[in-house]
Every structure is written in structure tokens, then in C-alpha cells.
């Protein structure tokens, strides 16, 4: 059927919205014809808008059913750790298609809702992914579901706690790990053997798992990373993860006994033998990075071989983009600080190692250009204060440089362009310690709002800045509207000293602020580093 | 409309962990979020274990809330968040299936709701001027809104009910919505002129 005509779009539309199941091509056809024509689109959106507005306005007993299933809900969430709690609101998000509805899934089906995750994405992945070069085969001749044997050359390996194959073991866990076999959620402990099908989880703060496959390699699940399942293949040879969420460092080995090692995200296959990679699984991307070796990466439109040295990203929409890889190096440019100053620089060290960086400290005043050009991000220490000799020259041309920077050193943003120079455009709020959140729903605001205390300690004072009305505020001084204390710019926004080369952030801190920020105030400082080096809305 | 010496009562209980206050201000304000989550999430169950959400998230984050912003537009707040989160999931879970348009829509929606700014208290008055306007509705359109939103019937049971044909249902559907969406606009920006 064509759909050109308007009466046909309006029909199509019409049946679409009254829930009716429209076949592939008149899909395909709505699809094309609305991306054709924006207008249409909004107007057809706006009526979507109205349709799901009147369901649920008009939907009678809805309020009162409402608030009983709240209150179930509630109770259920009381019930467990509140770890476990967050894991299945993360799940919940991102698998609701097969998640039990109502949030009814017990304490102990945490694991089962991975494992069904994990399942489900393998097998959704694995039809797209069928041009993909396959493994080579370790072990043949086993029937699908039969159970996985050692084959000549392979590796020896140990049985786990239930008699199945190991398939890798918890050489190290720092902070919070959790390991999730056979439905249960427990702490993750040094010597655990995990089998096929058994999940783990890094908690959110500094917390990290390190294994060791049998056959020598090496993985690390970083802070705030969900490993769904650890599978191994008997047909194909391989040893595959199931990388919900997070980041994974691995060190494969090629020596001729080892598997073939496969990381399956939402995006991309990516088959690993011989190689030093990370790969970070984020809700829009995947990105694999390579320090040895190569890794072939698989998605939806395009596949690619990458090499040391270079990174692929793959977006929702499939497609392989190979770029240099800048890997997560956070370049962090100080003074010659000594004493609390130093101390404070190295608060911040700790804060973004935490965030996964490998954190490059280099004096501003011997710094070139060339060496932070590759950075994932820049950060300006206000350390930088302490050097003789007024502003660096660096500093400046830091304006243009196109990778995504943040500094609390409110004497410097007008040299990198962030503010207009001159004496009303900053200033100090002495013995002041709260902000108040300006946009709650920034990325920067780390979903605060109101007012937050941003230093424990009175005498560091805060520095505000009055930025160009096209950066973003996320914070002021209570009471002070025209005063920020947290503001940045987008990539391309103009900044009252040109245009943004890439996303730019201020905080309004003093050197030694780092070492007295509260609990909220590092909040503020994760949201400004994850929001100018993601480049992505998504705090 | 909600009293504010009411509503700081129970956000003062509910900050120290009465569910029971806490329950209370579910009740008043889950016409507001769960009529903006549905604005956006197409599928029903999806949208109420959205806005269920929202509430969850709330009562764990209310010591964050000081009250500079008012309690319902913090909670559109995380509504938008949250919807955005399950647009994005919708549409790259789609994507991965055969069919198209529920993923393109999900994906359309949330760039729409990306790219303006948070709009809280439009919805309200939107909501506000919609009831006006559904008032105001001739008889049979308004039965068939009586039909279709209240009592839950499909464009095919109403088709049989009235002798008519299911398409020429939709479309007066079609017709409806547009009328209510024109009468909206008009209001607010009357709204907006008086102001």
C-alpha cells in the first residue's frame, strides 16, 4: 500500500494509536513518511500526547488502585538490601520487556532476572550477528545443551561449589561486589568459582572485582558495573560475558590452550583472543578500547577490527565508528602545590581513578598542548594558583582546546572563555557553604535540588562566577541568583569568550576545597566530570 | 488543589519515614505524574510502572527536597528523567525487533522531551485546560470519549455498538483529538494574554 497520500498517513496513524498491530511495510511506511516530514511528526506526536493524556486522566479508579500498588511496592522495597533494591530498579529499567510487572520480583530473583537478561539480549544479538566471523572452535561435536567437557589442549580447570565447570574465579574485590549463582545475590569473596550463568555486580562507589579465567587471562569489572552472565560454550569453544552495564578491563591471553573470549553488550559482539581491552557498556553506547592486541568488533550495520592504540564506538543505531583511542585518560593539570594543597589534588585523583580514569597529574607550567590533546578530559586544578608568576601561558590556549575541560578555579575562567574578564564577573562568598540547585533536572545538578551544603568547612568559602547566558546554571548561591557556583557549556555553545571547541564546566571551589566536600559537593564534582567527558545528557 | 500548610505537614512526617504521609501525598499528586508519564510512554503497563517509580524514587530522595521548587514540579522532575531512561530502553529494544514504529515513536518522543525544556507547570494548566475543554465537548463526541477513554472499549466493539465501520471510528477518534488539542491552545494562550 502507499502511504504518500495524507488520508492514508492519517488512517495508518489512526490504527496505529487505537492499538491496532500494523504489519512491517505499513511500519516501515508511517516510519519513513513521518522522519520525511517534521511538521507531521510533531503533529502526530502531540496527538500520541493527547491519546495516552486522556487514557490515563479518564481512567476511572485509577488514582486509588494507584496508590495501594505504591504501597505494595514500598513494603516489598523495605524488605531487602537496599543494594539489592537498586540492582533491580536498574534491571527493571533496563530489561522491563521481560521483567515481571509491578515490581514483584523477589529478593532472591535478582539473579534469574539477570540471567533472563542476559539470555534474552544473547539471543536477540545473536540472529543480527550472524555474518560475524565465528571463533575458532575449541571442542566440537557437542549437541546443543549438552554438557561442556574438557576437549585435548584445553586448559585444566576446577569444579565449582555445585559440581558445574568453573568459568572464571574472584581473585580481588574492593568495596561492594556482589555475585549472583543460582538465583541467590551474595557478597563476592576472594577464591568464589563462578560457573556458567552466574552474574556479578560492582557497586557504584569505588568498588571493583578482579578475575582469573583458567586459562591465565585476566578481567576487572570497574565501580558500577553489572556483569549479567558468564557463559561458556562447549560448541563453539568460547568463554562470552554479558556486559549489562559498566566497564570491563580484560587481558586475554593467545597462548594456544586459550578460549577465545567474547563481551556481548545491548550494541556489539566484541571477540577478544591475544589482547589488553576495556569496554565500556553505557544506555547509548558501547565503546571498545585496545591497548594489545586487536579485538573484532560486531554490530548491528558494521563490523571492524581494532587495533592497539585505537578505540570503536557503536551507537544504537549499529554503525562501527574506529578512532584513535584517547582511552579514559583525565589529564590534571597542577601547580606546585605542597601540603593541603597537594592533598587536595590528590582527593581528586582518588575521585576520578574511582570514575574509572586512568588520572595523568602533569604541572601546568611544563605542560604542552600536544600531551592533553588525546585526553578524555582536562581538569584544571585551582593548584595551579600556587605557581609563581601569574596565569600560565597554557591556560589560554587551553580556550581552544577541543576536548571537554573542567576547572574550580574561578580566576581563570575568563582566560579559557567561560566568563567575560573584569572584577564583576567573580567573586568570593565567604564562610558560605550551601548552594542551591538552579536546574534539578541537569545532568550537572547530580539530581539534587533545593539547597545542598557543597563544603563542610566554613573557612574555604565559595567562588562564584557570572557566565554567558548561554551555559547551563546548575547551581548559585542561595539567594543569589546571578551568582553561580556550578554552570557549563555544551560543545558549539557560544561562550562569552568564543565558542565551546567541547564541553567546559566551572566549579566555584577553593584549592582546598577538595579535601572538605560533602558528600552532595562530590556529587556535584562526579555529575561535572561525567556530563563534559560522556557528552551524553544522561548523568 | 493541594493545601501547602498540608503538604509541608506531611513532607515534615514523611521525611521521617511515615509511608503513611508519605501515601497521602502519592494520593494527591499521582494524577499529575501518572497523566505525564502517559503523555510519553505509549504502553499502559509500562507507563504505570514508570510513575510507580517515580514515587519510589522520591520517597527514597526526600531528604533532598528543601522545597525551594514546589513538591510537584520536583516530581516532574524525576518523571522526566525516568521517562526519558524507558523511551531510550523502548526504542533500542524495538530496535532489535522486527517492527519500527513503536521504537521510532519512543525514540521521537524522547528527543522532543530532550530537546525542550522541563515544562511542569505547562502540564498542569494543560491538564487544567483539557478538563475545560472536555466539558465542553458536543454529546457525541463526547460519548464516544465516554466510550473509549472511560469505559475502555475498542474502536471495533464501538464500531459494532453504532453500526458503524471501525475505521470511520478511529478517525472521528482522530477528528476528536485534534479538536481538544486545538481547544488546549486556545486557552492557554488566552491564558497567557490574560496574564
Not at chain 1, 554479558?242 to 597462548?255: H, N, Q, R
Not at chain 2, 510507580?52 to 514540579?73: H, K, M, N, P
Request: hydrophobic share 45%; with cysteine; net charge neutral.
Amino acid at each position: 500500500m502507499t502511504t504518500t497520500g495524507r488520508e492514508s498517513l492519517d488512517q495508518l496513524w489512526a490504527r496505529f494509536l487505537a492499538g491496532d498491530t500494523l504489519d512491517a511495510a505499513e511500519e516501515r511506511a508511517l516510519v519513513t513518511a513521518l522522519e520525511r516530514d517534521p511538521a507531521a511528526r510533531e503533529a502526530r506526536l502531540g496527538e500520541a500526547e493527547l491519546h495516552g493524556l486522556l487514557r490515563a486522566l479518564l481512567d476511572e479508579g485509577a488514582g486509588e488502585r494507584f496508590v495501594s500498588e505504591w504501597q505494595e511496592r514500598w513494603k516489598h522495597e523495605q524488605g531487602k538490601e537496599p543494594f539489592v533494591a537498586a540492582v533491580e530498579t536498574k534491571l527493571r529499567a533496563e530489561t522491563r520487556p521481560n521483567v515481571p510487572r509491578r515490581g514483584r520480583l523477589s529478593f532472591f530473583g535478582v539473579g534469574l532476572v539477570i540471567g533472563a537478561a542476559a539470555a534474552m539480549l544473547v539471543l536477540v544479538l545473536r540472529p543480527r550477528h550472524a555474518d560475524a566471523p565465528r571463533p575458532e572452535q575449541g571442542t566440537a561435536g557437542h549437541a546443543p545443551g549438552a554438557p561442556a567437557t574438557t576437549a585435548p589442549g584445553d586448559p585444566p580447570v576446577a569444579d565449582t561449589a555445585h559440581g558445574e565447570r568453573e568459568v572464571a574465579r574472584i581473585e580481588a574485590v574492593r568495596g561492594s561486589g556482589h555475585r549472583v549463582s543460582g538465583g541467590m545475590v551474595r557478597p563476592a569473596a576472594v577464591g568464589d568459582r563462578l560457573a556458567s550463568g552466574d552474574g556479578l555486580l560492582a557497586a557504584a562507589d569505588s568498588s571493583a572485582i578482579a578475575l582469573g579465567l583458567p586459562d591465565g587471562g585476566r578481567l576487572r569489572l570497574r565501580p558500577d558495573t553489572v556483569v549479567g552472565s558468564l557463559a561458556e560454550n562447549a560448541r563453539s569453544g568460547t568463554t562470552s560475558v554479558f556486559l549489562a552495564s559498566g566497564t570491563l578491563e580484560g587481558d586475554v591471553t593467545a597462548a594456544a590452550n586459550a578460549r577465545p573470549f567474547v563481551i556481548v553488550t545491548r550494541h556489539a559482539q566484541i571477540s577478544v583472543r591475544g589482547a589488553a581491552f576495556t569496554i565500556e557498556a553505557r544506555a547509548r553506547t558501547t565503546r571498545a578500547m585496545v591497548a594489545r592486541g586487536q579485538v573484532r568488533v560486531v554490530a548491528d550495520r558494521q563490523s571492524a577490527t581494532v587495533e592497539a592504540g585505537r578505540q570503536a564506538l557503536v551507537g544504537d543505531e549499529g554503525a562501527v565508528a574506529v578512532t584513535r583511542s584517547s582511552s579514559r585518560i583525565a589529564s590534571l593539570l597542577v601547580g606546585d602545590a605542597r601540603g593541603e594543597a597537594a592533598d587536595a589534588d590528590q582527593a581528586i585523583v582518588r575521585r576520578l581513578v574511582a570514575l574509572g580514569f586512568e588520572v595523568k597529574t602533569k604541572a601546568i607550567a611544563t605542560t604542552s598542548m600536544a600531551e592533553v590533546q588525546d585526553s578524555a578530559i582536562v581538569l584544571v586544578s585551582a593548584s595551579i594558583r600556587t605557581d609563581p608568576g601569574g596565569t600560565p601561558p597554557l591556560v589560554t590556549r587551553l580556550r581552544d582546546l577541543p576536548r571537554p575541560l573542567v576547572t574550580w578555579e574561578p580566576r581563570l575562567f575568563a582566560s579559557l572563555g567561560m566568563t567575560l574578564p573584569g572584577g564583576q564577573e567573580q567573586g568570593v562568598a565567604p564562610a558560605t557553604v550551601e548552594i542551591l540547585i538552579k536546574d534539578p533536572w541537569h545532568p550537572l545538578s547530580a539530581g539534587l535540588s533545593g539547597t545542598v551544603e557543597l563544603v563542610t568547612d566554613t573557612s574555604d568559602g565559595l567562588r562564584w562566577a557570572a557566565p554567558g547566558p548561554f551555559a547551563a546554571w546548575a547551581a548559585t548561591l542561595p539567594g543569589e541568583p546571578t551568582k553561580a557556583i556550578c554552570f557549563g557549556y555544551d560543545t558549539g555553545v557560544p561562550m562569552p569568550g568564543g565558542q565551546a571547541p567541547a564541553r567546559r564546566v566551572g566549579l566555584g571551589m577553593k584549592v582546598t576545597s577538595p579535601l572538605h566536600l560533602s558528600e552532595a559537593g562530590w556529587a556535584v564534582f562526579e555529575a561535572a566530570v561525567r556530563w563534559a567527558a560522556n557528552g551524553d545528557a544522561t548523568p | 488543589m493541594t493545601d501547602p500548610a498540608e503538604e509541608a505537614a506531611l513532607l515534615e512526617k514523611a521525611r521521617k519515614g511515615s509511608v503513611e504521609a508519605f501515601s497521602e501525598l502519592v494520593r494527591q499528586h499521582q494524577t499529575a505524574v501518572r497523566t505525564y508519564v502517559a503523555r510519553f510512554v505509549r504502553e499502559g503497563e509500562v507507563a504505570n510502572d514508570v510513575a510507580q517509580e517515580v514515587f519510589l524514587t522520591a520517597f527514597r530522595a526526600l531528604s533532598s527536597f528543601r522545597g525551594e521548587a514546589a513538591f510537584r514540579f520536583w516530581l516532574l522532575g524525576i518523571a522526566r528523567r525516568l521517562v526519558l531512561s524507558s523511551l531510550r530502553a523502548e526504542a533500542r529494544r524495538r530496535t532489535r525487533e522486527t517492527s519500527s514504529l513503536p521504537g521510532a515513536v519512543a525514540d521521537w518522543h524522547a528527543d522532543l522531551l530532550e530537546a525542550t525544556e522541563p515544562r511542569a507547570s505547562r502540564h498542569e494548566r494543560e491538564l487544567a485546560a483539557l478538563g475545560r475543554c472536555l466539558e465542553q465537548l458536543p454529546k457525541p463526541a463526547s460519548q464516544l470519549v465516554s466510550d473509549h477513554y472511560i469505559r475502555g472499549r475498542s474502536t471495533v466493539e464501538i464500531a459494532r455498538q453504532t453500526g458503524k465501520r471501525d475505521s470511520a471510528i478511529r478517525m472521528a477518534l482522530t477528528r476528536l483529538r485534534r479538536l481538544l488539542r486545538e481547544c488546549m491552545e486556545r486557552r492557554l494562550q488566552a491564558e497567557g494574554a490574560g496574564s
